[in-house]
Nanobody, 125 residues
């Protein structure tokens, strides 16, 4: 089992920045990939970004590319999402997720076995 704890959400004005962190604990030796997904009220959960645990290859949704940066710190089992130039449409509950054995594309939530509780990001206009 892997446990995930997200932090760093909050309220920010459009154009501002936030930094989300996610710390994994438990059976972290099997982590292959970590990702961030988000879900706005009344909408389905969608992919934001992902990073492979070895190699650090990154993947981004088109909607966040150029504004968000995902990074990892393996020694601390932590993944970070730096979000810049935030827009009101970025307002969502952001979830961290772990994939132990990639069978799907990085942006497909079916491939992620463990999920955090989510941290709220609200961007005011």
């Amino acid at each position: 089992q892997v446990q995930l704890a997200e932090s760093g959400g909050g309220l920010v004005q459009a154009g501002g920045s936030l930094r989300l962190s996610c710390e994994a604990s438990g059976r972290t030796s099997r982590i292959s990939r970590m990702g961030w997904f988000r879900q706005a009220p009344g909408r389905e959960r969608e992919f934001a970004a992902a990073i492979t645990w070895t190699g650090g290859m990154t993947f981004y949704a088109d909607s966040v590319k150029g504004r968000f940066t995902i990074s990892r710190e393996n020694a601390k089992n932590t993944v970070t999402l730096q979000m810049n130039s935030l827009k009101p449409e970025d307002t969502s509950l952001y979830y961290c997720a772990v994939d132990e054995s990639p069978s799907y594309r990085s942006g497909d939530e079916r491939g992620y076995e463990y999920w955090g509780q989510g941290t709220q990001v609200t961007v005011s206009s």
